[in-house]
């Protein structure tokens, strides 16, 4: 892989945020950087090289929520990128890692600042946690040399994606370090990170192949910004669904308390009908007992007088039973 690095990259990520200084850079004269060649304006190799670096740079920034908050429960600063260089010293050659991902740093707000355009390790203060190569060829050295520069840069977790299987299998190799040196990890998944990588046979801008991905810790996908907007538009729809449903439920649930509220009318008036009937009969009822009360009274008045009749003929010696 060239030496080469794109500053369009840079423009790319989040530079939000100002890089604070590291301990161990506190209170030091800064280097002078104004000889260092921080670019060279030698494109990356090849086109296959160049997406798989995007579809390991843009995800970062569109999707991901970020590594574990940090000690007091607050989120932590990160910085992705692609074809950057790294210096570890101003006296050393810089090494070009295909895509890094340092964790706790941040850019500067002037990335065309001459200490702000590459990874200086004085400036940034650390090395970055993830280093990913892509080979393309056998020029590389990053099963050898390469790999040893990292181990001495303290570059905690290294990987290695041959597409082509140059190197034989296995095609992705998983390093952590150990010492001073990087031994083979059986999962590939960073805990200090909260990241994994993975390979996913997939359609990307159009090509399909097989890609290296980053996963979450449950080893679904890192989206990218296209992934994420489907999704989101999928979600969207879901939930407009949902509301729809919702509606027609609370339409449903209205005219549901129409009819009953009808019902409970027609039952009202029903019931009024029926009292209306109930004093009705009563009425009646209360006509017929003072009609019966009236004969009750007239019979009552008839047997008095029929009495009184007998008790004036047996006064006159005439029993009024006797046949006439």
Same mark, same amino acid.
């Given at each position: 892989?060239?030496?080469?690095?794109?500053?369009?990259?840079?423009?790319?990520?989040?530079?939000?945020?100002?890089?604070?200084?590291?301990?161990?850079?506190?209170?030091?004269?800064?280097?002078?950087?104004?000889?260092?060649?921080?670019?060279?304006?030698?494109?990356?190799?090849?086109?296959?090289?160049?997406?798989?670096?995007?579809?390991?740079?843009?995800?970062?920034?569109?999707?991901?929520?970020?590594?574990?908050?940090?000690?007091?429960?607050?989120?932590?600063?990160?910085?992705?990128?692609?074809?950057?260089?790294?210096?570890?010293?101003?006296?050393?050659?810089?090494?070009?890692?295909?895509?890094?991902?340092?964790?706790?740093?941040?850019?500067?707000?002037?990335?065309?600042?001459?200490?702000?355009?590459?990874?200086?390790?004085?400036?940034?203060?650390?090395?970055?946690?993830?280093?990913?190569?892509?080979?393309?060829?056998?020029?590389?050295?990053?099963?050898?040399?390469?790999?040893?520069?990292?181990?001495?840069?303290?570059?905690?977790?290294?990987?290695?994606?041959?597409?082509?299987?140059?190197?034989?299998?296995?095609?992705?190799?998983?390093?952590?370090?150990?010492?001073?040196?990087?031994?083979?990890?059986?999962?590939?998944?960073?805990?200090?990170?909260?990241?994994?990588?993975?390979?996913?046979?997939?359609?990307?801008?159009?090509?399909?192949?097989?890609?290296?991905?980053?996963?979450?810790?449950?080893?679904?996908?890192?989206?990218?910004?296209?992934?994420?907007?489907?999704?989101?538009? *999928? !979600?969207?729809? %879901?939930?407009?669904?949902? &509301?729809?449903?919702?509606?027609? +439920? @609370? /339409?449903? =649930? $209205? #005219?549901?308390?129409?009819?009953?509220?009808?019902?409970?009318?027609?039952?009202?008036?029903?019931?009024?009908?029926?009292? *209306? !009937?109930?004093? %009705?009969?009563?009425?009646? &009822?209360?006509?017929?007992?003072? +009609? @019966? /009360?009236? =004969? $009750? #009274?007239?019979?009552?008045?008839?047997?008095?007088?029929?009495?009184?009749?007998?008790?004036?003929?047996?006064?006159?010696?005439?029993?009024?039973?006797?046949?006439?």
């Amino acid at each position: 892989m060239t030496q080469a690095w794109c500053e369009g990259m840079l423009a790319g990520m989040n530079v939000a945020a100002k890089v604070f200084p590291s301990p161990s850079t506190v209170g030091l004269e800064r280097p002078d950087v104004s000889a260092i060649v921080t670019e060279d304006d030698t494109p990356v190799d090849n086109f296959a090289s160049e997406k798989q670096q995007r579809l390991l740079t843009e995800p970062i920034y569109t999707s991901w929520s970020g590594p574990p908050l940090d000690a007091d429960g607050l989120p932590r600063t990160f910085v992705a990128a692609a074809n950057v260089g790294m210096f570890s010293t101003p006296k050393e050659p810089p090494i070009v890692p295909d895509v890094f991902l340092s964790l706790d740093v941040a850019l500067a707000d002037d990335l065309w600042e001459k200490e702000h355009r590459t990874y200086f390790f004085w400036e940034m203060g650390k090395p970055p946690d993830v280093v990913i190569e892509v080979i393309s060829n056998r020029e590389g050295a990053e099963l050898s040399s390469k790999k040893q520069r990292y181990a001495q840069l303290k570059v905690k977790h290294y990987v290695v994606w041959d597409p082509q299987g140059l190197y034989g299998d296995p095609m992705l190799r998983v390093f952590e370090l150990r010492g001073n040196r990087y031994v083979t990890m059986q999962r590939a998944f960073f805990p200090s990170v909260g990241l994994g990588v993975a390979l996913w046979d997939g359609v990307y801008e159009g090509f399909r192949d097989v890609w290296l991905r980053w996963t979450h810790p449950d080893g679904s996908l890192v989206a990218t910004g296209v992934e994420w907007a489907k999704q989101e538009r *999928g !979600r969207a729809e %879901v939930e407009r669904g949902r &509301a729809k449903a919702a509606l027609v +439920r @609370a /339409e449903e =649930e $209205r #005219e549901r308390a129409e009819e009953e509220r009808e019902r409970a009318e027609e039952e009202r008036e029903r019931a009024d009908v029926e009292r *209306g !009937r109930a004093d %009705v009969e009563r009425k009646r &009822a209360d006509v017929e007992h003072g +009609r @019966a /009360e009236e =004969e $009750r #009274e007239r019979t009552k008045a008839a047997q008095a007088r029929a009495e009184q009749l007998a008790a004036m003929l047996r006064a006159l010696g005439i029993d009024p039973k006797a046949d006439s």
